[in-house]
């Protein structure tokens, strides 16, 4: 049994999404999670249209992940060889479903091409500064940019905190939060009838130890994760498995985590931002494991070199 609930959708949510879809739409803002799509810019340039930005939180209230990912898309920000012709006459990639019947036929170019050039490609993982609504943080010309500033510094998303959907506390969509309270159900297959199986969906929960006293342990949940995602996602993407499907296989650190590895290939980009420490780190170490939790065994630790994108800082 799954332990997340499947009630319908609440009809004054979808009045209310609706609404902000409408003032996002005329805003034209960047949200996170957003991805900036300019591997073409040069092209762009020459048809007089601007970078594409990618909304995943208007595409996930309807869509799983596992509609896109890796089926239509893979899972890395720029890996997907894009353009007019396979999305118009081929009817791949964003044309699956904008070719008319789905959505809207991609004929009004600045409805995807509406990023203003000059932002770095890649999620938008901080939304917009409350005093600078119209600037997303990510601008390739700020150069002292780094994790820490941007966290200290409170930035806040706009678009969405109208939305009715639940926030987490940085005001960024609570995803996990909207499906268990069955605020958005969104489905699994573009063929709604196909729905996840059970060899889709399982319940354990991973123990990760956090190494030190000074941090709660981790939980992975396989629930929600397989609500949202196919197991192949993790076991067997497409560019290399991001987990070993084996307790203790990987030789998961946080430092790696904060260099955008492991947890941080979801997490810091469409899912919850890794400041949000204690919602990973939720299970005190003097507590007994529930039922379901897996422990993991510590891993000998890897010296880590390489250059990090300024978390630790401090
Ligand atoms: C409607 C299709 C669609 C859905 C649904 C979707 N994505 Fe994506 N995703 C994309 C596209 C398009 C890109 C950008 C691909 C590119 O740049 O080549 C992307 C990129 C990504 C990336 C890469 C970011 C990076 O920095 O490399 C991640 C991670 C991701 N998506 C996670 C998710 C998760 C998690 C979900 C579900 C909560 C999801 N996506 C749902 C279409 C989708
Ligand atoms: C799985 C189906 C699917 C795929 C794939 C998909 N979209 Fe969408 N998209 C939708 C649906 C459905 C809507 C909502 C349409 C509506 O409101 O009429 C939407 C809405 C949008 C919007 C919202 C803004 C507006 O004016 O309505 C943008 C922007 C967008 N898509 C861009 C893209 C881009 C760019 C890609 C490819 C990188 C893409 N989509 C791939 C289904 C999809
Ligand atoms: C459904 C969303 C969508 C719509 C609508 C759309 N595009 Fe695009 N377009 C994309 C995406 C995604 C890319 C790939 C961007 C990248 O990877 O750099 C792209 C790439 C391009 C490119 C570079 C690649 C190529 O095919 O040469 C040009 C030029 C372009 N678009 C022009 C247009 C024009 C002109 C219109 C309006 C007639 C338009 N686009 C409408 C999503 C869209
Ligand atoms: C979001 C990523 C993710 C998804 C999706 C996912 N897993 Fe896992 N899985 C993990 C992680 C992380 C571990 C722990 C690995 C470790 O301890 O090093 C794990 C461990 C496992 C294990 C060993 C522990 C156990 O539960 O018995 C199995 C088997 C497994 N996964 C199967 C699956 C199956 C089947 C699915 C689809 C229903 C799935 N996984 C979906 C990330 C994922
Ligand atoms: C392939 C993408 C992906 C990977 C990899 C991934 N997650 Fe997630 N995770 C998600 C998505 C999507 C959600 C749903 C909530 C959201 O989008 O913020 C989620 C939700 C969660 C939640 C639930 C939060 C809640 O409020 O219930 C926790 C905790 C979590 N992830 C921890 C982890 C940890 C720990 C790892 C690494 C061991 C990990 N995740 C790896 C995509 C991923
Ligand atoms: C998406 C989930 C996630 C979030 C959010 C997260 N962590 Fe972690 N963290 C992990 C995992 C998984 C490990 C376990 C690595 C292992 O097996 O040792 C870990 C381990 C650690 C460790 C132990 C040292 C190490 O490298 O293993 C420290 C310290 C730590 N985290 C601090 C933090 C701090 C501080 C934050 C907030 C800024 C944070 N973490 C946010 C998942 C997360």
Not at 188 to 206: F, G, H, M, Y
Request: hydrophobic fraction near 35%.
């Amino acid at each position: 049994m799954h332990a997340i609930s499947r009630k319908r959708l609440k009809l004054p949510y979808v009045a209310l999404l609706l609404l902000t879809m409408f003032l996002w739409v005329n805003q034209a803002a960047a949200e996170y999670g957003d991805i900036v799509m300019n591997a073409k810019a040069e092209a762009m340039r020459e048809a007089e249209v601007d970078d594409v930005l990618f909304p995943h939180w208007f595409h996930r209230i309807r869509y799983r992940c596992n509609v896109c990912h890796e089926k239509i898309f893979t899972l890395k920000a720029g890996s997907n060889d894009i353009t007019m012709a396979n999305i118009s006459i081929e009817h791949k990639m964003c044309g699956v479903c904008h070719d008319g019947s789905i959505a809207w036929e991609a004929l009004e170019c600045e409805r995807c091409h509406s990023q203003e050039p000059g932002w770095s490609a890649g999620p938008i993982q901080h939304s917009i500064h409350s005093e600078t609504p119209e600037k997303p943080l990510i601008d390739t010309r700020q150069k002292r940019y780094t994790k820490l500033y941007e966290i200290a510094s409170g930035w806040h998303p706009l678009a969405l905190t109208g939305s009715g959907l639940p926030l987490d506390k940085y005001g960024l969509v609570d995803w996990a939060g909207a499906v268990r309270e069955g605020i958005v159900e969104p489905i699994w297959n573009l063929d709604p009838k196909i729905n996840e199986t059970p060899a889709l969906s399982r319940d354990s929960v991973i123990v990760f130890e956090s190494k030190g006293d000074f941090m709660p342990d981790v939980t992975f949940s396989h629930d929600i994760h397989s609500y949202w995602l196919q197991c192949d996602i993790c076991h067997a993407s497409k560019n290399g498995a991001i987990f070993k499907d084996e307790v203790g296989a990987n030789s998961v650190t946080m430092l790696e985590i904060a260099q955008g590895k492991w947890c941080a290939r979801c997490h810091d980009k469409v899912g919850f931002p890794i400041s949000d420490c204690s919602r990973c780190h939720n299970q005190p170490k003097d507590e007994p494991l529930k039922k379901g939790m897996i422990k993991r065994k510590y891993l000998p630790q890897k010296i880590e070199t390489e250059p990090h994108n300024g978390l630790f800082d401090f």
